[in-house]
């Protein structure tokens, strides 16, 4: 089996793997994210966010500035910079790896400027100063497989969907390295809603290793997403349980990010998964720390019956 292709950003080598994948936290600076009740928050509060998602395994954080929500209008890519660049700028100056979430090439390299590593772009590069701009900087890029432009919700006819999305992503790659992006920098994401419906959704994500072809990582965001939303009927936030069977689907695809709200979480079931499968060591001395074994900090005076998980001696 040949090595997962590594990752270069501004310098720095990452080889992330479906069996060590890179978590990539979600943080959005912008009050009408449709996975969270609106609320405005300081950029003090949104680096804290994103410090949590840290040391919850996140190796990347990308922040976002405009809703994908289709029911709201573009904001103004002076607005958009206005909400993450003091983001960007702190926690690259904290040393953090910072993604940008943006279509706009204005925006794209504020953020560069002011630290980020890598430009999240979700438009399929439908601004191609985008990727000079990561040219410019030395940062990676995220090409997205979509048809629809920023914003729209629609579905186009994509033929025959597991030949265009790599066929897409290979023009779209071609156009990026023109411009002047290290091949090493391109990372692919297969686009999970933009443009699809969620029966296409799920028939990409269950074929997602026709993009295996192109050599370089792939990015699965499927956190909270519409189709999973149509399967299990429930809100954004009710669809972690979705999410974590979206993830087993892409990690099986050959996805080495994960681009997910809920770090922590993804970071247990990646941990699980990788002992299950044999891929990380477990030791014949692991034993579960005495803090951990009952939710209760005390227990109840011993009745002689053994509480669940333990077994009479």
Same mark, same amino acid.
């Given at each position: 089996?040949?090595?997962?292709?590594?990752?270069?950003?501004?310098?720095?080598?990452?080889?992330?793997?479906?069996?060590?994948?890179?978590?990539?936290? #979600?943080?959005?600076?912008? !009050?009408?994210?449709?996975?969270?009740?609106?609320?405005?928050?300081?950029?003090?509060?949104?680096?804290?966010?994103?410090?949590?998602?840290?040391?919850?395994?996140? /190796?990347?954080?990308?922040? %976002?500035?405009? =809703? %994908?929500?289709?029911? $709201?209008?573009?904001?103004?890519?002076?607005?958009?910079?206005?909400?993450?660049?003091?983001?960007?700028?702190?926690?690259?100056?904290?040393?953090?790896?910072?993604?940008?979430?943006?279509?706009?090439?204005?925006?794209?390299?504020?953020?560069?400027?002011?630290?980020?590593?890598?430009?999240?772009?979700?438009?399929?590069?439908?601004?191609?100063?985008?990727?000079?701009?990561?040219?410019?900087?030395?940062? +990676?890029?995220?090409?997205?497989?979509?048809?629809?432009?920023?914003?729209?919700?629609?579905?186009?006819?994509? %033929?025959?969907?597991?030949? *265009?999305?790599?066929?897409?992503?290979?023009?779209? #790659?071609?156009?990026?390295?023109?411009?002047?992006?290290? @091949?090493? /920098? #391109?990372?692919?994401?297969? +686009?999970?809603?933009?443009?699809?419906?969620?029966?296409?959704?799920?028939?990409?994500?269950?074929?997602?290793?026709?993009?295996?072809?192109?050599?370089? !990582?792939?990015?699965?965001?499927?956190?909270?997403? *519409?189709?999973? %939303?149509?399967?299990?009927? /429930?809100? @954004?936030?009710?669809?972690?349980?979705?999410?974590?069977?979206?993830?087993?689907?892409?990690?099986?695809?050959?996805?080495? #990010?994960?681009?997910?709200?809920?770090?922590?979480?993804?970071?247990?079931?990646?941990?699980?998964?990788?002992?299950?499968? /044999?891929?990380?060591?477990?030791?014949?001395?692991? $034993?579960?720390?005495? =803090?951990?074994?009952?939710?209760?900090?005390?227990?109840?005076? *011993?009745?002689?019956?053994?509480?669940?998980?333990? $077994?009479?001696?």
């Amino acid at each position: 089996m040949s090595a997962p292709p590594a990752l270069r950003l501004r310098g720095a080598t990452l080889e992330p793997s479906p069996q060590r994948p890179l978590l990539m936290g #979600i943080v959005n600076a912008t !009050p009408d994210s449709f996975s969270e009740r609106g609320e405005t928050r300081t950029a003090e509060e949104l680096c804290e966010r994103a410090r949590e998602l840290v040391a919850a395994g996140a /190796g990347l954080i990308d922040v %976002g500035g405009e =809703s %994908g929500r289709t029911d $709201r209008v573009a904001v103004s890519p002076e607005q958009e910079a206005a909400r993450i660049v003091p983001v960007v700028e702190r926690l690259a100056g904290e040393g953090a790896a910072v993604s940008v979430d943006t279509w706009r090439a204005p925006v794209a390299r504020a953020a560069l400027a002011a630290g980020a590593a890598l430009v999240n772009d979700p438009s399929g590069l439908s601004d191609l100063e985008v990727a000079s701009a990561c040219a410019e900087a030395g940062a +990676g890029l995220v090409v997205t497989h979509t048809r629809v432009a920023p914003k729209q919700k629609r579905f186009p006819a994509h %033929g025959e969907l597991l030949a *265009d999305a790599p066929a897409f992503l290979g023009e779209r #790659i071609k156009a990026a390295v023109e411009r002047g992006v290290e @091949p090493e /920098g #391109i990372v692919v994401d297969p +686009g999970l809603d933009l443009g699809k419906t969620p029966a296409e959704s799920v028939e990409l994500l269950r074929s997602l290793d026709v993009l295996a072809p192109l050599g370089r !990582p792939i990015l699965l965001a499927a956190s909270r997403k *519409d189709f999973i %939303g149509a399967l299990t009927g /429930g809100s @954004p936030a009710t669809r972690l349980a979705g999410t974590l069977a979206a993830v087993e689907a892409g990690l099986a695809g050959g996805a080495s #990010i994960l681009r997910v709200h809920d770090v922590a979480e993804t970071a247990d079931y990646v941990r699980v998964r990788s002992a299950l499968r /044999g891929e990380a060591e477990v030791s014949a001395d692991l $034993r579960l720390d005495e =803090s951990l074994r009952r939710e209760n900090a005390e227990r109840s005076e *011993d009745d002689g019956r053994p509480e669940n998980g333990e $077994r009479a001696a």
